[in-house]
């Protein structure tokens, strides 16, 4: 069997087998021995029938010696009942609502139940078990007493994987089959001998069949560290080809700059103008800037890239300002122009979404915008006519073109892929300008993120940190309200808005949901809400809902209506999350908070943290689980979004920051990411290759993997 070979090639597969695999990402039999298990079942532990307890979170192992699906009288519910036998006794197992089932597994079968053992009128029995059908006992503990259990998705299942990987090389001893580059080994020999990593092969064997716990674990510790290393070293590379370029030379004096400043309806932190100082410091030199400006939200992000901006456009050049969503960059575009037009100055300022574009001064009403087109809006931004533009996604299209781009601002730069951001970065009319000069680049984050996580992810940006809220804000009181007090929530609320405040009510849901959906009970709708609030609670206000399936023109003219408080309460789902800025709203109420990762709930909250008012978070929740209370609680302690993000990472684990989905690390990565010696060696380890050897001429293996994956993934 060759690595290279597809995997349907050399298995008899299912066409929906073959989908499966392909959902998983595996096409070649390389990929298969790359795929890596979630965990592992101690098969030494294993107990005998006649030795389970009460409340024992274990698997059984036995043969079905009876199946049938049952339907209880009272509430007509279905139920599937089975019966498991070893040579030791029998338990029952019950599953509800599953009726299929008893059409997968039949009387006869060996199977592997999972389960919590539960105590019921007629003995123990296991409920809703998960399960996994067996081949033979034997095969269990081939790789010895520990079985690897992989991430299995409808249609492939572990013992699938187990035994296509024990086909793969051939069984014990090992012979792991050829196919360049699989298993040619890409970290140097120097580094594993270092850190006492194994070698690839061995650590292939490790993870897949390991004899003991701790050989897994190294093998783990082996491809986590090889993943970290070469994000550094991809990153760090980007950053060394990106320093070389030529870029704008920014000149302005302090003068200048205070002249501007001191428009501003306010004096900025010291850590604004540290910041502001770190991108003026950083325009004066040849090479383009690359700065991540990371601030808890609220913490005045947007000052500091309008201070930028003035900067440039002062210089005669052009700035392109990137925004995840729609409502930002309208947002944006109207800070910017309020910002500018206090100036006097003829400043021209774009903005292109999707949907419409605009520019501002209007020729008729000099305080206004207007809608253009978008080829004139294009026109203008080609020949440089506009200096200022801000957009969506649209910017990155091909047709928009810029005379001068000397500056690219991201924002809630984690929204956007890597590749999106490059897009902007390298703009085609940017690099056939004089000398392939590249724009200063600002990417700017709310999100809080482990020390260990922004090192790995961000190690090609310069890092500055807003660590200071605006004077005079006070501590936002999170509260998780239990349902018996709602009422005297809504009271509370009722006073401040009275008092000229005005609030949000966050919904999972847009609507009613499906009842035929049993999991999706019980979890409040926007509309829904937003009727029962009117109707019965806060008849005497304005309420208005906000959604992601609104038309852009709906969302703007309601996000208008709030900000001018003509709309006192809007009911929304989570759209609002990232950067809505209107500072006379003070209060947050999330409903179904167990539906929202920590960090989501943070950035939520983060949105009445905005003025020197009191700011108020409810929090909902139906659910009792002691995860969800004991999350909750620490939302309620912590008032700081990073020492959140640290908490998440150590004690709830790396899943609930994300992952593969959002930062580009695999679930192993982000385990690794917890021990930050480890991260520093690797990326103290990267920049010593680069600095030897800054093309990779002498580790061939090193660059041909960076190349190959160019954003490098296990998963
Ligand atoms: P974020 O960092 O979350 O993007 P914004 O830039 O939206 O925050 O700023 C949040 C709010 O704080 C805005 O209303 C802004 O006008 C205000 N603000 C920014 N800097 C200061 C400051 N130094 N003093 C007072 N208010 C400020
Ligand atoms: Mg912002």
């Known amino acids: 069997m060759d ?9 008899r597969i299912t066409e929906r087998q073959k989908k499966a695999l392909h959902n998983l990402g595996l096409k070649k039999i390389g990929d298969l021995l790359f795929y890596f298990p979630s965990r592992y079942e101690n098969f030494s532990e294993r107990k005998n029938i006649i030795d389970l307890q009460q409340n024992d979170k274990t698997t059984v192992y036995g043969k079905i010696t009876d199946l049938k699906n049952e339907r209880a009288r009272f509430k007509k519910l279905h139920y599937t009942q089975a019966v498991i036998s070893d040579f030791t006794g029998n338990i029952k197992a019950v599953w509800f609502r599953q009726p299929y089932i008893a059409n997968i597994l039949k009387i006869g079968d060996k199977v592997a139940l999972t389960g919590k053992i539960t105590s019921g009128k007629n003995g123990l029995y296991l409920a809703n078990p998960s399960y996994e059908k067996i081949s033979s006992y034997e095969n269990l503990g081939e790789g010895g007493s520990l079985l690897a259990v992989y991430p299995e998705t409808r249609g492939i299942t572990s013992l699938w994987i187990r035994s296509a990987i024990r086909r793969i090389s051939k069984g014990y001893p090992w012979n792991i089959p050829k196919g360049s580059p699989w298993i040619d080994d890409p970290i140097p020999e120097k580094i594993l001998k270092k850190y006492h990593l194994p070698s690839l092969k061995s650590s292939l064997l490790f993870i897949h069949a390991p004899q003991k716990e701790n050989d897994a674990e190294v093998a783990r510790k082996r491809f986590a560290f090889e993943e970290i290393f070469f994000i550094q070293l991809a990153r ?106 206090q100036l006097r100055l003829t400043t021209k300022i774009g903005l292109i979404t999707s949907s419409e574009c605009k520019k501002y001064p209007s020729k008729v009403k000099i305080n206004e915008a207007t809608h253009i087109s978008k080829s004139q809006l294009l026109k203008w931004t080609a020949n440089g006519e506009i200096p200022i533009l801000i957009g969506t996604h649209s910017l990155i299209q091909k047709n928009v073109k810029f005379k001068n781009l000397a500056f690219v601002i991201i924002d809630e730069q984690h929204r956007f892929g890597t590749r999106q951001r490059a897009q ?27 020390r260990t996580l922004a090192l790995t992810i961000y190690g090609d940006l310069d890092l500055s940190l807003l660590d200071e809220t605006p ?33 949000y009510i966050i919904c999972p849901r847009i609507d009613e949901p499906d009842p035929e959906k049993l999991n999706a009970l019980n ?47 809007l009911v929304s789902t989570s759209v609002i999350e990232v950067g809505i800025d209107v500072p006379n709203a003070t209060m947050i109420v999330i409903e179904g908070a167990d539906r929202f990762g920590l960090a989501q709930l943070h950035q939520l909250r983060g949105r009445v943290m905005r003025s020197t008012y009191q700011p108020y978070c409810f929090i909902f929740t139906d659910s009792k689980s002691s995860k969800t209370k004991e999350r909750l609680d620490a939302l309620v302690k912590t008032k700081n979004g990073f020492e959140l993000a640290e908490y998440d990472l150590q004690f709830r684990g790396a899943g609930e920051l994300g992952g593969t989905k959002q930062w580009g690390v695999s679930d192993l990565g982000m385990e690794a990411l917890k021990n930050i010696k480890m991260v520093e060696a690797a990326r103290l380890e990267a920049q010593n290759l680069l600095n030897q050897d800054p093309e990779l001429k002498k580790s061939p293996l090193v660059r041909e993997k960076l190349s190959r994956n160019n954003i490098i993934h296990f998963e």
């Open 523 to 569: 979890v409040k709708a926007v509309k829904a809400e937003a009727k029962i609030l009117q109707e019965k609670i806060f008849s005497e206000f304005k309420i208005e809902i906000l959604h992601g399936k609104l038309k852009p023109k709906e969302k703007e003219k309601i996000l208008e209506d709030f900000r001018a408080n003509k709309i006192q309460i």
């Open 3 to 11: 690595l290279n070979s597809t995997v349907e090639k050399e298995f």
């Open 236 to 341: 760090l590379k980007e950053k060394n080809e990106f320093k070389n370029h030529d870029s704008f030379n920014i000149k302005i004096s302090q003068k200048e700059l205070d002249n501007f400043i001191s428009i501003f309806p306010f004096t900025l932190t010291n850590a604004q103008q540290k910041s502001i100082g770190h991108v003026i410091n950083d325009f004066s030199k040849n090479s383009p800037m690359s700065r991540l400006l990371e601030g808890d939200v609220g913490s005045g992000k947007t000052a500091v890239a309008v201070v930028a901006t003035y900067a440039i456009v002062k210089n005669g050049f052009q700035v392109a300002y990137m925004a995840p969503t729609e409502i930002l960059a309208q947002q944006h575009f109207q800070s910017f122009i309020n910002y500018f037009s």
């Open 471 to 503: 004077p005079g804000r006070k501590k936002i009181m999170t509260v998780v309200v239990p349902p018996n007090q709602r009422d005297r929530a809504y009271e509370q609320i009722r006073q401040e808005i009275n008092d000229g405040r005005q609030a």
């Open 424 to 450: 902007l970065v390298h703009q085609p009319a940017t690099l056939t300008n004089k000398r392939g000069r590249l724009p200063h680049l600002l990417s700017m984050t709310a999100t809080p993120i482990p």
